[in-house]
């Protein structure tokens, strides 16, 4: 018996079962150099594998939009031009020529900062390999053997392996690579199966036919358990299972306290895909729409047809409730491929989020007007990031006045009524609160932010992780103040940040007076299940208590009494 403890749980579950380690076929290239003469030949020999590619992939498409990507990735001239640019001028077999070119690409995404594109390297390496077993005339099968219950082990998978993979028999999956925004893992939580990802050398730990049990909330694997852990892991997923049937029911009754106070529980999401995972959780709307991913999939700005084709379809499938879309947040951690932001000494507190946007107004009103264009279809909410000033909240919505101006002249349908909110994220934007509450329509506190900046802590910065504490009197004070300022003056005030699904955080949230909760769709159940037994008026008297504490230890003995 062997235990593997890991830090990242991609899709929680308890599990056990046998161990199927995926071996792959060799797909390295030969390293062969080529004659003048082979030139054609070898340029033909790739095309070639381009048009089976493709031809696999306009089928899989259908099924999963992820082999969408793919399809447009396979036929990418960039990565063409790379291939063929080895092929003539270094005289590069075709494999030999693909497998440098894209890992020249991969790597190019793994030195990304941001998480999310570093995986989108894993899609160019999904796609090279397709085109090298066309180029060998090899199939990867070793996906395909399943045919009994299994724990799937492998190096990494990729969204093409679900394909040939019989999901009936799939009870979780371990894999060495892979982060939480990996497709590996965004499958799982759709499978709603366990995941651990990341988890450094199990390939070597872990033999065909093990038994493995496997707690993906905790973060546990155990090779070969013995019989002690064999009986605590059978009690633990039936635990776990009663705990999922409790919480699918909890999610069909309203978010209401025993003594009716009701709030909104809404969802964080970053695309279409993200609102149609949400929906069944039976969310009240959305409360962050993050759209820096629509710009940082894209090579080039967005056109206002493509954001209006999204934002609209967001709009439909909510039927009516709010969808709060926050515009174009980028910089800081977030880059985009095709625009430079310049060498920043302190990114974070530089050129970024709604100071790219009224610096770049030709982006920022393209956006703006496909928001109030989807306004027409549903109830999109407009919300500004980053604000600092009522001078920069002023100059947001003289453009989005603008823009108004020339739809109504372009005799295009559009919301003329429009709701606009912003983040609270900076001290400067809670120091003011009065003066913005008055300006907007809504205010949503992105904690993410507003703790790094309360306390001058980076968020990324693992050396000072410990000191990253939303429950610091200063965050909650901020918190706190905000709500009041909003409330004084007519307003909603929902908190998008990390925060919000904090089940320790609720009391104090709640007791605070916060109208709308938004976080990922996942721990909306959670969060309903303690706001369900947490009495407002218990939470009211908890806060005030906190709000007065100047010690963190104080306000942990608090929350945790
Ligand atoms: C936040 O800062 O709390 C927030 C929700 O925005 P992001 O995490 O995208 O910066
Ligand atoms: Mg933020």
Request: glycine share 8%; proline share 1%.
């Given at each position: 018996m062997k235990t593997i403890n890991v830090k990242r749980t991609a899709s929680k579950g308890v599990v056990m079962g046998k161990a199927y380690v995926v071996k792959r076929p060799d797909l390295s290239a030969d390293r062969t150099v080529i004659a003048e003469s082979a030139v054609e030949a070898e340029t033909?020999?790739?095309?070639?594998?381009?048009?089976?590619?493709k031809a696999d992939l306009a089928v899989l498409?259908?099924?999963?939009?992820?082999?969408?990507a793919h399809l447009e990735l396979v036929q990418d001239p960039t990565l063409y031009d790379g291939v063929l640019e080895k092929i003539k001028d270094e005289r590069k077999n075709a494999e030999l020529a693909l497998e440098e070119t894209v890992d020249m690409f991969?790597?190019?995404f793994a030195d990304m900062d941001d998480e999310y594109m570093r995986e989108r390297g894993a899609?160019?390496?999904?796609?090279?390999?397709?085109?090298?077993?066309?180029?060998?005339?090899?199939?990867?099968?070793?996906?395909?053997?399943i045919n009994e219950k299994v724990i799937v082990v492998a190096e990494d998978l990729a969204p093409?392996?679900?394909a040939v993979m019989n999901l009936e028999y799939v009870l979780g999956f371990i894999t060495q690579e892979g982060g939480v925004t990996s497709h590996v893992s965004i499958m799982a939580r759709n499978l709603n199966l366990p995941a651990l990802v990341g988890v450094e050398g199990i390939m070597s730990e872990v033999a065909m036919n093990d038994q493995i049990a496997m707690d993906a909330k905790s973060g546990t694997i155990i090779i070969n358990p013995d019989e002690a852990a064999v009986a605590e892991y059978t009690e633990k997923m039936e635990a776990f299972w009663k705990r999922e049937k409790e919480l699918a029911e909890i999610s069909l009754l309203p978010a209401e306290t025993p003594d009716g106070k009701t709030v909104e529980l809404f969802a964080n999401v970053g695309n279409i895909e993200d609102i149609k995972n949400a929906l069944p959780h039976h969310i009240d709307g959305i409360g962050l729409f993050r759209t820096e991913f629509l710009y940082m999939e894209n090579d080039h700005f967005p056109t206002e047809e493509e954001q209006f084709t999204v934002y609209k379809?967001?709009?439909?499938?909510?039927?009516?409730?709010?969808?709060?879309?926050?515009?174009?947040d980028i910089g800081g951690d977030k880059a985009l491929s095709y625009f430079d932001f310049g060498q920043e000494e302190n990114p974070f507190l530089g050129y970024r989020a709604i100071r790219v946007c009224l610096d770049r107004e030709d982006v920022f009103k393209t956006q703006l007007r496909a928001l109030l264009r989807a306004g027409a279809y549903g109830n999109i909410r407009i919300m500004y990031p980053m604000i600092i000033?009522?001078?920069?909240?002023?100059h947001a919505n003289e453009l989005l006045e603008a823009c108004k101006k020339e739809l109504k002249a372009e005799g295009k349908t559009f919301n003329e009524n429009i709701v606009v909110g912003m983040m609270i994220e900076t001290p400067a934007s809670v120091a003011c609160a009065e003066d913005f509450a008055s300006r907007v329509g809504f205010f949503s506190i992105g904690t993410n932010d507003l703790t790094q900046y309360t306390l001058a802590v980076d968020r990324g910065n693992k050396k000072i992780s410990n000191m990253y504490n939303s429950f610091h009197?200063?965050?909650?004070?901020?918190?706190?103040?905000?709500?009041?300022?909003?409330?004084?003056?007519?307003?909603?005030?929902?908190?998008?940040g990390e925060f919000a699904s904090d089940p320790k955080a609720l009391k104090v949230l709640l007791g605070f007076g916060l109208d709308e909760f938004s976080m990922s769709a996942g721990a909306v159940s959670e969060v309903k299940a303690e706001l369900r037994s947490t009495p407002y008026a218990q939470a009211k008297e908890i806060a005030d208590k906190v709000a007065k504490c100047a010690y963190v230890r104080e306000i942990d003995a608090l929350l945790e009494a």
């Open positions: 033909a020999r790739y095309e070639a594998a381009i048009e089976a590619a498409a259908e099924q999963n939009e992820i082999f969408g991969a790597a190019i899609d160019m390496k999904d796609v090279g390999k397709r085109l090298m077993c066309k180029l060998k005339g090899v199939e990867d099968s070793a996906l395909s053997g093409s392996d679900t379809e967001a709009a439909e499938l909510l039927e009516g409730k709010e969808v709060i879309i926050r515009t174009l000033s009522v001078e920069e909240l002023d009197p200063a965050v909650l004070r901020n918190i706190k103040r905000t709500i009041d300022a909003g409330h004084a003056a007519g307003i909603k005030v929902g908190m998008c």
